[in-house]
């Protein structure tokens, strides 16, 4: 999931034509600030949204800045699911309860567990009696049983998070006011200096 932001100085260059350059410099930096904004407002409104650190969302957004040649800045959210440890997770007595998005969810079985790696998550045994289980993560070939029989449970990821409709058009809107303010004052230093 992305948003671009594009930067149409057209008009611009035709009223400066012997700025070209001050021009082309003020749009590239606009650009890559918005670009920045957009981030900070993405950060802010996934972690509001999933009930997450804002750190944890921070990881999943980056941005791809602007150049005179692409005169385009992107904000891309990538990554996975996020675990669920990572949504205010604690162990009850039937398992562990998680809040995401607001809803507070029970899954009965399940439980936070430190591997000896150092990972930290939440944990459920596996179901061996379904064969179908079996036979996708043996094949016909026999296995050690014990070395998997639990799996991490996963809440939402942050590029589905991000392409919600509501998100969306509010991070569409930071690039809309956010945009013409910052060309307007790096052009206008540029022109200065």
Aim: glycine share 8%; proline share 2%; charged share 25%.
């Amino acid at each position: 999931m992305q948003i671009s932001i594009k930067a149409d100085v057209d008009q611009t260059l035709r009223d400066l034509s012997g700025e070209r350059v001050n021009v082309l410099k003020a749009a590239v930096r606009s650009l890559n600030r918005t670009a920045d904004q957009v981030r900070t407002a993405g950060v802010r409104s996934i972690a509001q949204e999933m009930g997450l650190k804002q750190k944890v969302v921070r990881d999943g957004l980056r941005v791809v800045r602007a150049n005179r040649r692409t005169l385009t800045s992107i904000v891309v959210a990538t990554g996975q699911a996020i675990g669920l440890i990572n949504f205010r997770a604690h162990k009850m007595g039937a398992g562990v309860l998680v809040t995401i998005r607001g809803e507070r969810t029970l899954f009965k079985g399940a439980f936070i567990a430190t591997m000896p790696g150092g990972h930290r998550g939440v944990f459920r045994r596996r179901n061996f009696s379904d064969g179908f289980i079996k036979k996708r993560i043996f094949g016909n070939r026999k296995a050690n049983l014990h070395s998997v029989k639990i799996r991490e449970l996963w809440g939402p990821s942050i590029p589905d998070t991000m392409a919600q409709t509501n998100i969306y058009k509010a991070l569409e809107r930071v690039v809309d006011v956010r945009w013409p303010i910052n060309f307007a004052a790096d052009l206008k230093y540029y022109l200065n200096r």
